[in-house]
C-alpha cells in the first residue's frame, strides 16, 4: 500500500520564524510531488509542486525533494498568522496513475504573534 | 488562474435520498477529473476517476452502484451518491488538472453532505 507520513503536529512557531514541515513516502517510483495548504472548512490550495531533487523556491516557501531518502519538506520563511492552517503533502506516482494523488494525514500549523 | 467549482456547497438530506453534486472546470477543458472525500480531521482519499465520454474507475472500496459519477461533458462531472446514509456524511471535493500534460490538480471548493 502507498502510503504518505507526516507529522500531523500540531507545529507552533512565532511570527517569522522559519516553519519546517516534513513528508515520507513508500513508493519509490513515485514522480511527482505537491504540498497543499487547508484552511478548516475549505478545500485544498497548491502550494509548491516539485519533481527533481533539490531545492524549489517560491517566495517564502521552499520546498525540498530528495528521491534516495523518500522525503520531502516544506520550508515557510517569515510565518505569518495567516499561514496558520493544515499542510497536505501529496504524493503521485505516475504511470497509470497519473493524476492521481495520495494524501499524507496533514500537519496543522499555528503562527502565534 | 484556473478555477474548478462545485454546487452545491453545502447540503443536508434525510437517510434514503439521493444526492447530486456538480463539478465544473470554469475556464479549461478536463477529460480527466477526479473525486475527493474528507472525513473530519482526516486526509484526502481518492474515491474515483472520471473519466469524459467513459466509465469512471473507483478505488479499491469504494461502491460504484452506490456512487455514480457521470462525465458528461469536457467540463462537467457529477457526483450521486445514492440511498445516502449519515456514514456518507462527508466532505466531497473535486479536483482537476488543467492540462493532459500535467498531473498539477486543481481543487473545487468542496461539499459538504450531511445525512441526517
Known amino acids: 500500500q502507498k502510503e504518505v507520513e507526516q507529522n500531523s503536529g500540531p507545529l507552533s512557531v512565532p511570527e517569522g520564524a522559519i516553519a519546517s514541515l516534513n513528508c515520507t513516502y513508500s513508493d519509490r517510483g513515485s514522480q511527482s510531488f505537491f504540498w497543499y495548504r487547508q484552511y478548516s472548512g475549505k478545500s485544498p490550495e497548491l502550494i509548491m509542486s516539485?519533481?527533481?531533487?533539490g531545492d524549489k523556491e517560491d517566495g517564502r516557501f521552499t520546498a525540498q525533494l530528495n528521491k534516495a531518502s523518500q522525503y520531502v519538506s516544506l520550508l515557510i520563511r517569515d510565518s505569518q498568522p495567516s499561514d496558520s492552517a493544515t499542510y497536505l503533502c501529496?504524493?503521485?506516482?505516475?504511470?497509470?496513475?497519473?493524476?492521481?494523488?495520495?494524501f499524507g494525514q496533514g500537519t496543522i500549523l499555528t503562527v502565534h504573534p | 488562474g484556473a478555477v474548478v467549482s462545485q454546487h452545491p456547497s453545502r447540503v443536508i438530506c434525510k437517510s434514503g435520498t439521493s444526492v447530486k453534486i456538480e463539478c465544473r472546470s470554469l475556464?479549461?477543458?478536463?477529460?480527466?477529473m477526479f473525486w475527493y472525500r474528507q472525513f473530519p480531521k482526516q486526509s484526502l482519499m481518492l474515491m474515483a476517476t472520471?473519466?469524459?465520454?467513459?466509465?469512471?474507475?473507483?478505488e479499491q472500496g469504494v461502491e460504484k452502484d452506490k456512487f455514480l459519477i457521470n462525465h458528461a461533458s469536457l467540463t462537467l462531472s457529477t457526483l450521486t451518491v445514492t440511498s445516502a446514509h449519515p456514514e456518507d456524511s462527508s466532505f466531497y471535493i473535486c479536483?482537476?488538472?488543467?492540462?493532459?500534460?500535467?498531473?498539477?490538480?486543481?481543487f473545487g471548493p468542496g461539499t459538504r453532505l450531511t445525512v441526517l
Open positions: 475556464d479549461f477543458q478536463a477529460t480527466t
Open positions: 472520471s473519466n469524459e465520454g467513459s466509465k469512471a474507475t473507483y
Open positions: 516539485i519533481y527533481s531533487n
Open positions: 501529496a504524493v503521485n506516482a505516475g504511470g497509470t496513475s497519473y493524476g492521481k494523488l495520495t
Open positions: 479536483s482537476a488538472p488543467l492540462a493532459s500534460s500535467t498531473d498539477t490538480q486543481y
